[in-house]
């Protein structure tokens, strides 16, 4: 095992299990083992390997392979503009609400990323004194996250290949729970919300961000177009065609958006069930669920924010059409644990 994996064991594997049974693991040469004899992981260019396939009947549709394979060819997003801490914090600072989150989340925080992609958020949070685990089940954008890691000198980022459906984490330790993007490419978001929500520790956060019903709407509407016409409208995306940016990160993002072979859509009434469900209160959601109200500078996310109403929500939810398009009809909900 390399050395700084040897440490990292040493460090945390009391927070970790085996994927398979939820039994201890103890470090052995070249990985970990399961003190129940299911299996031993190893680490393979300094990438500890929990990876542990879904147990699920035939009947129940399991998209996690083709996902998997999706984005070991297309890892999103790519690190070709920052290649420097110091371009990282720049590039995720820009982004109010990453601000916001690098500002309001304490020192000494442990946090999990559930689907961390190329690592970007989790090496960005633990700049600051934090100790955060980035997982995720494709070994492109793993390798990518680490590679940043390592020349960076981030020794509070852990990274490490997961099933999101099979934590290898033990419940309860987390302070903050993130998952952003991704719950809605999984075969049952809200199986894997409560797989991830049982990690977090009591009055803990947990943050997921879901492409919403109504938000989403523009962007099926152009995948509509794009294959139609054989991707040639791709002017109809700025974001497919921004020159400032490289030919990498245009390709990136119009796969992620226009090409994923799997995505579910929701609502916050959706979500709010969830969390009823699992014993989580409710804190905010970015955009709020009262139309016409924009994150500022001023906003505190962990602090409770007041739910709108139902036809607030309504008329919420119909100005996230015209808006949602901007970050890809993306939605976002902080949520806490109940103290028991």
Not at 124 to 131: D, G, M
Not at 136 to 154: E, I, P, Q, Y
Not at 181 to 207: M, Q
Request: a positive charge.
């Amino acid at each position: 095992m390399a050395d700084v994996q040897a440490k990292s064991a040493v460090q945390h594997i009391d927070l970790m299990c085996c994927p398979g049974c939820g039994g201890n693991l103890s470090p052995i040469s070249g990985g970990f083992a399961c003190v129940n004899n299911c299996r031993l992981f190893h680490v393979v260019d300094d990438i500890p390997r929990f990876f542990w396939p879904n147990a699920w009947d035939s009947g129940k549709d399991d998209v996690t392979e083709r996902m998997k394979s999706f984005y070991e060819e297309t890892p999103f997003p790519n690190y070709d503009d920052c290649d420097t801490v110091a371009r990282l914090m720049e590039k995720a600072r820009r982004g109010l609400f990453a601000k916001l989150l690098d500002e309001q989340i304490p020192f000494g925080t442990r946090i999990i990323e559930c689907g961390c992609g190329t690592g970007q958020l989790t090496n960005f949070l633990s700049v600051a004194n934090r100790t955060v685990f980035g997982t995720d089940m494709c070994l492109n954008s793993l390798r990518l996250a680490h590679d940043f890691k390592k020349k960076n000198g981030l020794d509070r980022a852990h990274f490490y290949q997961m099933n999101i459906f099979q934590t290898c984490f033990k419940p309860g330790n987390f302070d903050l729970v993130i998952s952003n993007g991704v719950l809605h490419h999984t075969s049952d978001p809200f199986l894997a919300f409560r797989s991830i929500a049982r990690l977090v520790r009591p009055k803990g956060y947990i943050l997921i961000g879901l492409y919403h019903k109504y938000g989403r709407l523009i962007t099926d509407f152009r995948r509509f177009l794009f294959n139609l016409t054989n991707d040639r409208w791709k002017f109809l995306d700025r974001h497919a065609v921004d020159r400032k940016i490289s030919a990498a990160k245009r390709r990136s993002w119009f796969m992620d958006q226009y090409k994923n072979p799997h995505e579910s859509k929701h609502t916050v009434g959706e979500v709010l069930g969830w969390l009823k469900d699992t014993g989580f209160t409710f804190v905010r959601t970015i955009p709020q669920t009262v139309p016409f109200a924009a994150l500022d500078e001023g906003d505190e996310l962990f602090r409770p924010d007041r739910l709108g109403n139902r036809l607030e929500r309504f008329m919420a939810d119909i100005e996230r059409i015209f808006r949602g398009q901007r970050e890809g009809g993306l939605f976002i909900v902080i949520a806490r644990k109940a103290t028991s």
